[in-house]
């Protein structure tokens, strides 16, 4: 630019009629320090406001891609229990309950049932109660299983209807539920014993609640048909207040039959019980007559047992070890022979 005389007049002329004041660097620096963290703070609210309002305009359009997922397992959506009606749920639904009671969840589950006269002195939930037969005087049959708290879904009838002879956990708690009425879905399966009948093999299961105060016993077809509910094999859950200790002599003989339903598919005296021992005891060795044995599971006192001790004459003489935790023996017991009189 070339150096205009009248303009550089004027030009001094003003700064000396209004000058600048002088720079304040620090001011500087902090209102630029305030207006960055403004324009942070705009910047994420509208982010925020954006993200919202994409939602709720998601919520408002089709599930496009419903079609091209892989399909849910069958009854992972669906209710696989609903409850059973003045019952309460879990545990609290267990135990002793009034003969009305039991009386009036067996209506709900089977309907009006021609109940046996004679009737125990405790019912309790999940008890198998005796009914008459039809048309046949002094003769009774299987009659009702006592609910517990739930009533079986058809998704849950068709899950088990899919595995019939559940080998998982999980399988095999869903079975026992449909069987007791209860839900049993978030116990664990503590032991499962296998034994032969002659309507084919079975599994007895043991499973106990998160509490470990009260365990389930169910007897699982693995081939053939189901059980029928007989005294041995029908399926029940107990609890610890109302379930006496048995005595080490007792786990084996107190339930215990001969050759009864296992004529041609397996030899020998059949242990077969369940119920509650000591706590102390995690372990419990059978040591037959003819030289088989046996090793029980137990926990935190529960226990189920299903054992054919292979002797061909059917003898049920035996030796009984109870373990502790640390494979301590805790006692040992003789089972005597049994003698008909």
Request: glycine share 10%.
């Amino acid at each position: 630019m070339q150096n205009d005389p009248e303009i550089g007049a004027e030009l001094d002329r003003l700064a000396n009629g209004d000058p600048l004041a002088p720079v304040d660097v620090t001011g500087l620096l902090q209102r630029g320090r305030r207006g960055r963290r403004r324009r942070r703070i705009a910047s994420a609210s509208g982010l925020a406001a954006g993200v919202a309002v994409i939602a709720v305009g998601a919520a408002l359009v089709p599930d496009i891609g419903a079609a091209q997922r892989e399909p849910a397992a069958a009854g992972a959506g669906a209710a696989l229990f609903t409850p059973m009606p003045g019952v309460p749920q879990g545990e609290a639904a267990l135990g002793k309950i009034t003969r009305a009671e039991a009386e009036r969840r067996c209506t709900i589950r089977y309907g009006v049932q021609p109940l046996a006269t004679f009737h125990p002195s405790v019912y309790r939930a999940t008890m198998g109660l005796m009914s008459r037969v039809p048309g046949k005087k002094n003769m009774f049959g299987p009659g009702c299983v006592v609910p517990g708290d739930s009533k079986p879904t058809a998704a849950a009838l068709a899950k088990v209807k899919a595995d019939p002879a559940p080998r998982t956990a999980d399988g095999q708690l869903l079975s026992c539920s449909v069987l007791l009425w209860h839900d049993l879905t978030k116990w664990r399966v503590v032991s499962t014993e296998q034994g032969a009948t002659d309507l084919g093999r079975v599994l007895r299961m043991l499973a106990v609640s998160p509490t470990g105060r009260s365990a389930a016993s169910c007897d699982l077809p693995l081939s053939g048909q189901a059980m029928p509910l007989m005294k041995s094999s029908t399926p029940s859950i107990r609890t610890a207040q109302n379930e006496p200790l048995m005595s080490l002599s007792g786990v084996g003989v107190y339930e215990g039959s001969g050759q009864i339903g296992c004529k041609s598919n397996c030899t020998g005296w059949t242990y077969t019980n369940f119920g509650r021992v000591d706590p102390a005891i995690t372990r419990i060795h059978f040591k037959a007559v003819n030289g088989a044995t046996h090793d029980l599971t137990v926990a935190n006192g529960w226990y189920a047992l299903w054992w054919a001790n292979g002797d061909p004459k059917s003898r049920r003489a035996a030796t009984v070890t109870a373990y502790n935790a640390s494979g301590r023996p805790l006692k040992t017991v003789k089972i005597p022979e049994f003698k008909l009189k």
